[in-house]
């Protein structure tokens, strides 16, 4: 289970409450919380460009762009600094140098932030073993406990598959249900709750 202290690693469900925000059926995979405050990035919302297009944007050249990249979705991470690029990596890569800057939220899982050292990974990037990020969900101290309070977030534990699902229509439902719970009931429970 999700140790009481920090909600990293681990999943946001978005419930009904957040409909017609930003946040409407996402799941975020939380890789920083502690008293400082909270971070996270989107899984399931996808942007109409791949890595190696958005590489090339940024000035590298494209004779350096593994084709990886070029089969590489970008996602919306969250609305906070939406104008950085940030990867998730999980722990069977081996192509990106560990930077000062990363960010590891379970052993062998982190997320580079470093310029330089995305753009090393476009050198030997291979498909599935990453995903990048444009921006990052971000919440200031205690923010996040009073969201989680008022029912606009469920709780799930760290699973590697709902990070690079490719089925990416249904992660929300897909969560829902390793919490038991239908996403129909869950809808109608939403609607009740606002009357």
Known sequence: MISNDT???GFLIASPRLDGSV???TVIVMVQH???GAMGFIVNRPIEVDLGTLLEMVDVDQDQISKACYEETVFFGGPVRVEQLW???DQQSQFSPSSEDDIEFLPGWKVVTSAE???HMALGAEKGTFRPYMGFAGWGPGQLEGEIADGSWLLLDFDA??????????????ALERLGISETVFMLMGKAGEA
Do not use: Y
Request: aromatic share 10%; proline share 3%; net charge negative.
């Open 7 to 9: 909600l990293s690693p």
């Open 23 to 25: 946040f409407e059926r």
């Open 34 to 36: 502690d008293v400082e």
């Open 87 to 89: 990867v998730i990596e």
């Open 117 to 119: 050292t995305i753009k």
């Open 161 to 174: 598959e709902l990070v690079f699902s490719a089925d990416l229509k249904n992660v929300w439902s897909q």
